[in-house]
């Protein structure tokens, strides 16, 4: 009797132990690489919704395998296998979605930092040209901090603000833009070019007329050209103030004033630190009534001056490639001047005489797109003057 109890007991341990039916190790393992792929594919910022509900799934099915409700008997169906099976397909649905949002993101980012970076290129080439790039100021440098920025937060998978510095970026470039050609926009304004022309032709007669010398100077080509007895003899480049091109308010703002000059005195080797020089008297009636206009209209500082020392001048320093305002040439051009000019000869300073002067197709260029500027810069762009210079004022 006492056996058979015995075995009647291990008959019923071993049918409750056959029952107890946990779920599939290797599956369970499979489902946890998987959902670590998925943080490692940054799901939930790539596939929110998706990734949220397999969370939400795969939470559920871990309570009930902590709470035992995987038990059944052999011959039956495990359903918690079925929806483990069944988590591990949503898992890799969700991602490869997530994988395939994620490529398609780092493909955007890395799209929009490489035509940042070739529209910044661009951007400071065309500045340079127009020897504007003091003219931005800090505005400049943080606009480059910007670009690296896009680039680093791209390299290191944080694509969203890689995408949102550089949309600050261009925008940057959009209003730097703007301000160059709301300070330089007068180079694009047919009607001043007119004015300008009509300087220099005035000043070509007057040297026709008088049988003598004069002196042009085209900010926009950076050439002086000399001309004696109304035909235009050499031209050389020059260097201009580091803000050259704008157009000269006050004292120490690095631009080359414009107007009808004449050269008050000539300095010779030893009377001046720049080889030999020119000095023209400006500031001139005209200056001084544009200088008192302005200063009235509260267009520039209160404190500042008008300044004065405007000269032609040579090199003193082979490293010196700006002036604060005055007009540069090399040291054998200066000689080749100082035996053609004298105290009294006039000197005519303009802006450009051309309407697709350099600064204009420069301004324009920086109001295109990205599609247009490509097109742009396979085309050679205007105002490019003669070797001897035999174009300025011949109209």
């Given at each position: 009797m006492r056996n058979s109890k015995t075995f009647i007991g291990a008959l019923g341990i071993?049918?409750?132990?056959?029952?107890?039916?946990?779920?599939?190790?290797?599956?369970?393992?499979?489902?946890?690489?998987?959902?670590?792929?998925?943080?490692?594919?940054?799901?939930?910022?790539?596939?929110?919704?998706?990734?949220?509900?397999?969370?939400?799934?795969?939470?559920?099915?871990?309570?009930?395998?902590?709470?035992?409700?995987?038990?059944?008997?052999?011959?039956?169906?495990?359903?918690?296998?079925?929806?483990?099976?069944?988590?591990?397909?949503e898992g890799s649905r969700v991602l490869a979605h997530a994988t395939n949002k994620q490529n398609v993101a780092r493909l955007g980012a890395a799209s929009r930092v490489v035509r940042l970076e070739r529209r910044l290129q661009r951007f400071t080439s065309r500045v340079d040209r127009i020897g504007s790039r003091v003219a931005l100021g800090e505005k400049r440098v943080e606009t480059e901090l910007l670009v690296k920025q896009a680039r680093s937060f791209m390299e290191q998978g944080r694509f969203t603000h890689s995408v949102q510095v550089a949309r600050q970026a261009d925008q940057r470039m959009n209003s730097q833009a703007a301000q160059l050609n709301s300070e330089l926009g007068r180079y694009a304004d047919r009607a001043q070019v007119d004015q300008w022309r009509a300087m220099v032709r005035r000043t070509v007669d007057w040297s026709r007329q008088h049988q003598a010398v004069?002196?042009?100077?085209?900010?926009?080509?950076?050439?002086?050209?000399?001309?004696?007895?109304?035909?235009?003899?050499?031209?050389?480049?020059?260097?201009?103030?580091?803000?050259?091109?704008?157009?000269?308010?006050?004292?120490?703002?690095?631009?080359?004033?414009?107007?009808?000059?004449?050269?008050i005195r000539m300095k010779d080797r030893g009377q001046t630190e720049f080889y030999r020089a020119l000095l023209l008297d400006y500031p001139n009636a005209d200056d001084q009534r544009r200088f008192q206009s302005a200063l009235k209209a509260g267009m520039i500082p209160a404190q500042v001056r008008i300044g004065g020392n405007i000269e032609i001048h040579g090199v003193a320093d082979r490293r010196l490639s700006q002036t604060l305002g005055c007009v540069m040439l090399g040291n054998r051009q200066m000689d080749a001047l100082f035996r053609?000019?004298?105290?009294?000869?006039?000197?005519?300073?303009?802006?450009?005489?051309?309407?697709?002067?350099?600064?204009?197709?420069?301004?324009?260029?920086?109001?295109?797109?990205?599609?247009?500027?490509?097109?742009?810069?396979?085309?050679?762009?205007?105002?490019?003057?003669?070797?001897?210079?035999?174009?300025?004022?011949?109209?």
């Amino acid at each position: 009797m006492r056996n058979s109890k015995t075995f009647i007991g291990a008959l019923g341990i071993l049918m409750l132990s056959a029952c107890v039916q946990q779920a599939p190790a290797d599956l369970v393992q499979s489902v946890e690489a998987l959902d670590r792929q998925l943080a490692a594919a940054r799901s939930a910022e790539f596939a929110p919704e998706e990734y949220g509900r397999f969370v939400q799934h795969w939470a559920a099915l871990g309570e009930r395998l902590r709470s035992d409700d995987v038990i059944g008997w052999p011959w039956e169906e495990n359903p918690f296998e079925t929806d483990l099976r069944a988590l591990h397909e949503e898992g890799s649905r969700v991602l490869a979605h997530a994988t395939n949002k994620q490529n398609v993101a780092r493909l955007g980012a890395a799209s929009r930092v490489v035509r940042l970076e070739r529209r910044l290129q661009r951007f400071t080439s065309r500045v340079d040209r127009i020897g504007s790039r003091v003219a931005l100021g800090e505005k400049r440098v943080e606009t480059e901090l910007l670009v690296k920025q896009a680039r680093s937060f791209m390299e290191q998978g944080r694509f969203t603000h890689s995408v949102q510095v550089a949309r600050q970026a261009d925008q940057r470039m959009n209003s730097q833009a703007a301000q160059l050609n709301s300070e330089l926009g007068r180079y694009a304004d047919r009607a001043q070019v007119d004015q300008w022309r009509a300087m220099v032709r005035r000043t070509v007669d007057w040297s026709r007329q008088h049988q003598a010398v004069a002196l042009v100077v085209v900010k926009a080509k950076k050439r002086l050209t000399l001309y004696r007895n109304g035909v235009a003899v050499v031209s050389y480049p020059v260097r201009l103030g580091f803000n050259g091109v704008q157009e000269k308010r006050y004292e120490d703002d690095g631009a080359t004033p414009e107007g009808n000059y004449r050269v008050i005195r000539m300095k010779d080797r030893g009377q001046t630190e720049f080889y030999r020089a020119l000095l023209l008297d400006y500031p001139n009636a005209d200056d001084q009534r544009r200088f008192q206009s302005a200063l009235k209209a509260g267009m520039i500082p209160a404190q500042v001056r008008i300044g004065g020392n405007i000269e032609i001048h040579g090199v003193a320093d082979r490293r010196l490639s700006q002036t604060l305002g005055c007009v540069m040439l090399g040291n054998r051009q200066m000689d080749a001047l100082f035996r053609e000019v004298e105290a009294g000869t006039p000197v005519t300073i303009v802006g450009a005489v051309d309407a697709d002067n350099t600064v204009a197709v420069v301004l324009a260029q920086l109001e295109q797109n990205d599609d247009e500027a490509d097109k742009d810069d396979a085309e050679p762009s205007g105002d490019q003057p003669a070797a001897d210079g035999t174009d300025i004022g011949q109209s």
